[in-house]
């Protein structure tokens, strides 16, 4: 069923549409909708006077003015539906979810949020991180995260995911330029059924080099990932240069060549923690430029390497 209703007669539709429908979609409007036969109303009035239960409702879809109306008008339905239903997790949905009350009569009903996209998050471009953060926390049963280009969100979004992930199996964090490493390892430290774990965009090595995070090596050693389960890995890893301590003792000859050894030591043991993932079937580490003022244009170090296999590394490492 889809009609285009204002918000008196969304109400009243949803509440007494028949009993055998399974999938609804609604668009509310600001200022009344299609007009409804008053006869109609009538029969709806006769048909109020026994309880309708919507058990067989599958998938509910909201769209338009939604907001400040959901207790108005979807709180009542919801105590007449089943654990069958499945909320479409738009913005208007993620919405609902944010209402308390509609957050408790969904949890009743074993109703929860499963895939967060950054185009449904409400007012995206107003949204601060505790906004966020707030909607991460309003589940426990992620399988997607994706908040591509929400440049603001850093360590207060890390955590929010590490405390929601016991589910989530694909984590999308393009553009989030807010992100440190430190951050970034939060989310792999925690998540444990994580598939896929994607920080640059998928078409371009070298695409929006300034936003998207990136981790640093050696953050990266001594660490432990908390999934031995990643298909997919695309990330920047940058290997920075040792400090003056660290290559102090060598003449300054031998410094470049000390440098070089010092780099090489830090990426085979970055290599070592990866090499547990013997499901990655796509690995990739992402060359980036330096924004830095001094030195703008400036290639940073890092890992080098892209692997597209349809077996997974375990098929390189036995070919037959």
């Not at 944010?98 to 109703?111: C, D, E, F, G, K």
Request: glycine residues 4%; contains cysteine; aromatic residues 6%.
């Amino acid at each position: 069923m889809s009609i285009r209703l204002g918000q008196n007669e969304a109400k009243l539709l949803l509440e007494h549409h028949p009993e055998s429908i399974r999938t609804v979609r609604f668009r509310v409007l600001d200022n009344g909708g299609s007009p409804i036969d008053p006869a109609f109303v009538d029969r709806l009035a006769l048909r109020s006077q026994r309880p309708i239960l919507h058990h067989a409702l599958e998938s509910l879809r909201l769209d338009g003015c939604i907001e400040e109306l959901e207790e108005n008008i979807l709180l009542p339905f919801l105590h007449t539906c089943s654990s069958k239903l499945q909320l479409y997790q738009n913005r208007q949905g993620i919405h609902c979810f944010m209402n308390p009350a509609v957050h408790t009569a969904l949890s009743q009903i074993r109703v929860t949020m499963t895939s967060l996209k950054s185009e449904d998050v409400p007012l995206t471009c107003d949204a601060s991180e505790e906004d966020i953060s707030e909607i991460i926390y309003c589940s426990q049963d992620w399988k997607t995260i994706d908040l591509e280009r929400l440049y603001e969100v850093s360590f207060l979004t890390a955590s929010a995911i590490a405390d929601n992930c016991d589910h989530l199996q694909e984590v999308v964090l393009v553009g989030c330029s807010g992100l440190r490493s430190v951050d970034l390892l939060v989310v792999l430290g925690a998540a444990r059924n994580l598939r896929v774990f994607r920080a640059i965009h998928n078409n371009d090595v070298l695409y929006d080099l300034g936003l998207d995070p990136w981790l640093v090596a050696t953050d990266m050693v001594g660490g432990k990932w908390a999934t031995r389960s990643l298909e997919m890995f695309i990330c920047k890893i940058e290997v920075p240069e040792p400090d003056d301590d660290a290559v102090k003792d060598a003449v300054r000859g031998d410094r470049e060549r000390s440098t070089a050894r010092y780099c090489l030591d830090v990426q085979r043991q970055v290599l070592r923690l990866l090499a547990v993932q013997t499901k990655l079937k796509t690995l990739r580490f992402g060359a980036f430029l330096s924004k830095r003022r001094y030195c703008p244009n400036r290639i940073m170090p890092s890992l080098e390497m892209t692997l597209e296999r349809s077996g997974g590394i375990e098929c390189m490492l036995d070919p037959a």
